[in-house]
């Protein structure tokens, strides 16, 4: 993988960690008791950690699961992993000698991996927004 190829890969990534961080958004926001827009505006400035935090409380509030622990901990490494390609990806991820990404393969499993549960959380998201169309 060339030095080009491995940042489009990497701006894929990131764009795909920020839609998730977004559709989690979207989730507890579709959960929440609050009007939507306001429950958006409450979480907007949170981390994926930190809005993943509220839908817990709200499965405890309301007594529901959303995820499974399994899922909470793909969460988990999906945060972790947007932390390492969003601030050592440059500095740890490639040889800056020779301009050759060290770690292509991990930034493609990483990718292929937030791509999948991406479209499983917009399955879930969905469910709930079907939810708050019906009661509108």
Known sequence: MTLEEYRIRHSMLIE??????????????????EPFYEAL???????????VREIQKIEKEKNITIF???????????????????HVCYTEAYDPHTGVPRNAKMLLADLQKAETFLVYLRKIKGVYMEKIARRI
């Open 41 to 51: 505006r409450e979480i907007e400035r949170d981390s994926i950690g930190g809005v």
């Open 16 to 33: 795909q960690y920020q839609w998730i961080e977004f559709d989690l958004e979207g989730l507890y926001a579709a959960l929440s008791d």
């Open 68 to 86: 499974s622990d399994e899922e909470y901990q793909q969460l988990d490494m999906l945060r972790e992993r947007r932390n390492f390609w969003s």
